[in-house]
């Protein structure tokens, strides 16, 4: 059980950066040598993220363990650069779930089952179980939300019982800039704190952010109106870089305001860096989750992690209603392609003309689960001559089902946590260029999260092993199934059945990402 407590609420708005703040917060005190964990609360009723759609929810982070989660546990494991499991996520799902498990097994000896003190009482268990001295906890959502109000009162409640000394609430909220009166309304935050008050949580620290730097009176009006010590409000104005964010809560102090609050004793070794300058590529997501950045927050970061500016996501949908002169006029622009996971037929037939234009044209090109599948595809079609190729997943009664669903998948009723999922161990070919990126390793274990697979077997005239003569799509990871395949005369084509981006940290960027950077700048590996 840990002994201390930061926990992190959100105000006036949802996606203004607590998980970020929160990473942020736990690495800085990471940093001053404090055994820090990490949790994300998410109120939503789903046992987890997995049967999410990325345009709603951003992507689903696939953990070691095989866990599919909410995207801060990425922000956790890139800030922190540790691995999480599916023990740093508790969503209400879970929660209600294990109640009900409970009460059906008679484990609560014939008690009326309530909000309070059954499901409190099982939020806290869970919230005892983590390991490390200090516990930040994250809590999804926005405070006036009806389905956080649970997870609020449990934490209330833990404080109470360990000692409010213990404890400390940050509460991060967003204070908007009035344009026309050219003046910050600080007035949301005052009423957001009111109602964290009226709760029973009275904010330790509260965390304004704006668009902008706000000016100093305001955020008096912030602590005298919320009831904080004015040492406790800092702002934290947009950043052109959410790396910069552990740089300027250090530069703040707060991990000083932190300690002294908790009563910690603490020692400043902090040591941060990421790419400052950055190789002027661009390089294209082929996607079709276009609602929000967030779809494709893993590979996103772990490009720019690899020191180049952020990657542009192209629309595959738009690329199917291009002739191919068009599609090559429209992707010569950019330096290097990335084909993404994902589910369902939109927008396949666009993605598949990239791979096409990216084989033909020689342009550096990563094929991410899906994206491999598609490459094995398109290269059948044109290449194999087998016309109309395709996945079952797709077209059911292609008379060439080069990617078929597995085995295991075939009696799998249920969605939520069922495909191959975590660390899978895969094998490295030798004399192949993904053995190049690898430096020489073997034996890799990287995450899966898929259903499907490319069908070999059925199909061996279309592939090869290194070194072997002939235009075929080399075989460069196997495991009990195809875990990467390349072209031999090309730059860079590189397909992958798992989810590089998962392992990507600060400072250390997965090797698949950096060498495609690097090729794409004009290296050679």
């Not at 400072?507 to 090729?519: D, Q, R």
Request: with cysteine; aromatic share 8%.
């Amino acid at each position: 059980m840990p002994q201390k407590y930061i926990v992190v609420t959100g105000g006036v708005l949802s996606g203004i950066g607590k998980g970020i703040f929160s990473a942020s917060l736990a690495r800085l005190l990471k940093d001053s040598g404090i055994n820090v964990n990490i949790l994300k609360i998410d109120p939503y009723l789903n046992v987890d993220a997995g049967t999410m759609n990325p345009n709603q929810h951003g992507e689903v982070f696939v953990t070691e363990d095989g866990y599919e989660a909410d995207l801060d546990l990425g922000h956790y494991e890139r800030f922190l650069g540790i691995n999480v499991s599916r023990n740093n996520n508790i969503t209400a799902g879970q929660i209600y779930l294990s109640v009900i498990q409970r009460e059906r097994e008679g484990k609560y000896l014939g008690s009326t089952v309530q909000i309070v003190p059954h499901v409190t009482s099982e939020i806290k268990d869970r919230i005892k179980s983590m390991s490390g001295d200090l516990l930040v906890i994250e809590i999804g959502g926005t405070v006036g939300d009806i389905e956080g109000e649970v997870f609020l009162e449990a934490v209330r409640e833990l404080a109470f019982e360990v000692g409010r000394e213990n404890f400390l609430f940050a509460h991060v909220t967003y204070v908007p800039y009035l344009r026309t009166t050219n003046e910050f309304k600080t007035k949301p935050t005052q009423q957001s704190a009111q109602l964290l008050r009226k709760i029973g949580i009275h904010p330790d620290t509260i965390v304004v952010r704006t668009e902008s730097p706000i000016d100093a009176n305001s955020l008096y009006k912030v602590a005298l109106f919320s009831g904080v010590p004015r040492n406790m409000v800092i702002n934290l104005p947009d950043t052109p870089n959410v790396y910069e964010v552990p740089n300027i809560l250090h530069s703040l102090g707060l991990h000083e305001l932190v300690a002294k609050k908790l009563n910690l004793e603490i020692k400043d070794n902090f040591t941060w860096s990421f790419p400052k300058s950055f190789e002027l590529l661009k390089i294209a997501i082929v996607g079709k989750y276009l609602g929000t950045d967030d779809a494709y927050k893993s590979i996103i970061e772990s490009i720019y992690l690899s020191g180049s500016q952020k990657p542009v996501v192209v629309d595959a949908q738009e690329l199917e209603e291009m002739t191919d002169e068009q599609t090559k006029t429209y992707l010569d622009q950019f330096d290097a392609l990335i084909i993404p996971g994902g589910f369902g037929r939109r927008g396949i037939e666009g993605k598949i003309k990239a791979i096409k234009y990216a084989r033909e044209n020689k342009k550096p090109i990563l094929g991410i689960c899906l994206g491999m599948q598609l490459m094995a595809i398109e290269f059948a079609r044109n290449v194999g001559g087998f016309e109309n190729a395709n996945s079952t997943e797709f077209d059911p009664e292609t008379p060439y089902p080069i990617v078929n669903m597995m085995e295991s998948q075939k009696k799998v009723l249920k969605l939520g946590g069922t495909m191959r999922l975590g660390a899978q161990k895969t094998i490295i070919e030798k004399g192949t260029l993904l053995s190049r990126i690898y430096d020489g390793e073997e034996v890799v274990y990287e995450r899966h999260r898929h259903r499907y697979e490319v069908d070999v077997e059925a199909f061996p005239q279309l592939f090869k092993k290194p070194g072997e003569e002939g235009y075929k799509l080399i075989i460069s990871a196997k495991s009990d199934f195809v875990e990467a395949i390349e072209l031999e005369d090309h730059p860079f084509f590189v397909g992958i059945q798992y989810h590089p981006e998962y392992k990507t940290k600060v400072g250390m960027p997965h090797p698949l990402f950096k060498a495609l950077v690097e090729i794409a700048g004009g290296k050679k590996i």
